[in-house]
């Protein structure tokens, strides 16, 4: 029987001109992830947390421009 080899793949972004977005470098053993490594691109502004700190009404602004 064939030995399955580890390899490294990149995955995203989808498309060479979308600027920021999530990447992830995945250690693949056959079709099992073994690792995953994202690097969260320059768009990712903790949307979230900002959130957080403030009531709806005045995040809804911020949930508008994602």
């Known amino acids: 029987m064939a030995e399955i080899q580890s390899y490294t793949m990149n995955f995203g972004p989808q498309h060479p001109a979308a600027h920021g977005v999530l990447r992830l470098v995945l250690e693949l053993d056959g079709e099992v992830i073994q690792k ?4 969260i691109g320059l768009l990712h502004r903790a949307t979230e947390k900002l959130a957080e700190s403030k009531p709806f009404n005045q995040s809804i602004g911020y949930m508008d421009r994602l």
């Open 36 to 39: 995953a490594d994202p690097h």
